[in-house]
T-cell receptor, first 117, second 115 residues
């Protein structure tokens, strides 16, 4: 069984500053993938970034980077230079990478980020 | 260009009146998923199709059914909607069920209200 915990239900950040959204996970699978999605108020889920458990380097994608600490089972999302359009719900998700497990995602409870002008 | 399209964006139905939500995709992906997302909660997987193989989650109520007539389309049927079924319904696709870094691609969702 897998579990994702996002301990910050809501966060504020000043425009142009960096912000870290926390994600910790628990799994018995030896290899797994971690995903972050953004969900604006309009409802669509937008894929942001992926980190594989065996990746040697932390993933980066534009202003998004993942602070992956495998021993601590954390995969925090860092957004640099926050913009007003970053205001949204952010979900951390994971799934095992063995082919028998399917592509089923386990989601965390989400963090609502609000960017202040 | 939208690759996973859900219609309608907003749906209002009456208590107990059957309703169908639609999802189409232009990605030619093998797997299609339906999620239910209630306010301020994470999406909850209802079921998925791998090609024509239907897989129901153990705790999905019988009230929820799905059809996938071809690769591109998948429908969510709610036979007798109750007030507790009011939610956002999200459709997603993935190329296959294998591992790797494939994300699921989501549609914009259909927000269902029950009167």
């Amino acid at each position: 069984a897998q579990k994702i915990t996002q301990t910050q239900p809501g966060m504020f950040v000043q425009e142009k500053e960096a912000v870290t959204l926390d994600c910790t996970y628990d799994t018995s699978d030896p290899s797994y993938g971690l995903f972050w999605y953004k969900q604006p108020s309009s409802g669509e889920m937008i894929f942001l970034i992926y980190q594989g458990s065996y990746d040697q380097q932390n993933a980066t994608e534009g202003r998004y980077s993942l602070n992956f600490q495998k021993a601590r089972k954390s995969a925090n999302l860092v957004i640099s230079a926050s913009q007003l359009g970053d205001s949204a719900m952010y979900f951390c998700a994971m799934r095992p990478l063995n082919n028998n497990a399917g592509n089923m995602l386990t989601f965390g409870g989400g963090t609502r980020l609000m960017v202040k002008p | 260009d939208a690759m996973v399209i859900q219609n309608p964006r907003y749906q209002v139905t009456q208590f107990g009146k059957p309703v169908t939500l639609s999802c189409s995709q232009t990605l030619n992906h093998n797997v299609m998923y339906w999620y239910q997302q209630k306010s301020s909660q994470a999406p909850k997987l209802l079921f998925h199709y791998y090609d024509k193989d239907f897989n129901n989650e153990a705790d999905t109520p019988d009230n929820f059914q799905s059809r996938r007539p071809n690769t591109s389309f998948c429908f969510l049927d709610i036979r007798s909607p109750g007030l507790g079924d009011a939610a956002m319904y999200l459709c997603a696709t993935s190329r296959d069920l294998a591992g790797g870094n494939q994300p699921q691609h989501f549609g914009d969702g259909t927000r269902l209200s029950i009167l």
